[in-house]
Nanobody
């Protein structure tokens, strides 16, 4: 079992920045690939980015490429999503996920509870 807890969401103006955190507990953090997804009201959950078990591979959705950066701290067992140049269309609940294999589809085995990000225009 892996437990994931997101934090760092909030309200920010367009052009601003936020850093989301995803703290993991349970099974060995370094064994897992991890991902970020988001879901806006009335929309399906969509891929934001992912990082593999050793941090050597990252993927990003085209909509966030160049603005968002994923990283992970093995000592803290935490994954981060640095979000810069935020846009109103980035408004959503952001979820972190973990599984043994990195992928861009929302079929990860473990999920956090989500954190709300709201970007005002």
């Amino acid at each position: 079992q892996v437990q994931l807890v997101e934090s760092g969401g909030g309200l920010v103006q367009a052009g601003g920045a936020l850093r989301l955190s995803c703290a993991a507990s349970g099974r060995t953090f370094s064994n897992f690939a991890m991902g970020w997804f988001r879901q806006a009201p009335g929309k399906e959950r969509e891929f934001v980015g992912a990082i593999n078990w050793n941090g050597g591979i990252t993927y990003y959705a085209d909509s966030v490429k160049g603005r968002f950066t994923i990283s992970r701290d093995y000592a803290k067992k935490t994954m981060y999503l640095q979000m810069n140049s935020l846009k109103p269309e980035d408004t959503a609940v952001y979820y972190c996920a973990a599984d043994f294999r990195i992928r861009q589809t929302p079929d990860y085995g473990y999920w956090g509870q989500g954190t709300q990000v709201t970007v005002s225009s």
